[in-house]
């Protein structure tokens, strides 16, 4: 995060968020930074790189004869340890959602465990599932968790893959594939009416970008640098001015248009609060 330009803030509650910390406006690029797991989902698993998340030309790619990953080369291939990861996703198959195979790369790779050692807690308001939210979370852990196991990974839990599941589906930010846009000033992912554009990919979880609050009035998104070879960089930066002070949001829902009723309706059940942004009131 460039503590030039923003600030994290905590307040008694326990609440967070991410503050501009000067006079901002559109395109200003505040936070940058690689995540710390990644994954695509299944119907992009067949034309895009597993690690880098490039998309793939037929002629110019390798594919894992057991598993079916693609790769741009040998060296996607290890940085993505696929020698490793390779009998996860053969067990787990084509249709896994991107949200178990990230839960398994953080747990077999002890990422968890490192994450957890540093003091790196996301929230999850686990308090706040459903009975059947929760039996469905319960039944994956356990899955996953014996899986793991009978793949030698012997150190996961099924409390672990809980956690990281909960802790998943409410903080990961949106892989989106944008549109380039060359004329937009840094601006490549609002099409020309302004609206947020892309295709997306999968899902990624960053420790800052975890930060920002919701707002169904944005100010600001979340870009994605994709490069040949490199883990996923996403950017965040502002698509409207602000002013010292002022928070900086993204839009949790993936699709714009919706009637308020309906966005309320997604994120309560979805991230567990009721939406009160200035633009769910004036449609109330």
Known sequence: MD??????????DGERGIRAKRELYPGDRCIMESSLVWALASEHRKSRCHYCCCLRE???TIECARCGSLFCDERCAHLA??????????????DCSETV???ARLCYTNSAKDLEGRGIHFKTHDNSLSAETRSQYDDMANGLSKLLQSLGYGHVTADQVFYWT?????????LVDHEPSPDNNNMNFLDKNGQ???VVLGLALCTNLAML??????????????????????SCRTIKPLQYGQQLTLSYLPFAGLASTKRINILKNTYYFHCQCPLCINQQ
Do not use: Q, Y
């Open 81 to 94: 340890r696929h020698n490793e990861e390779c009998s996860i996703l053969a067990s787990l198959g084509d």
């Open 196 to 198: 947020l554009n892309g």
């Open 213 to 234: 609050n919701h707002s169904c009035d944005p100010s600001a998104a979340v870009s994605l640098d994709l490069r040949c070879g490199c883990a996923p960089i996403l």
């Open 3 to 12: 503590t030039n330009f923003c600030t994290l803030e905590k307040n008694d």
């Open 101 to 103: 195979f990230a839960v």
């Open 58 to 60: 037929e002629n110019t």
């Open 166 to 174: 909960v802790a998943l589906s409410t903080n990961a930010i949106a």
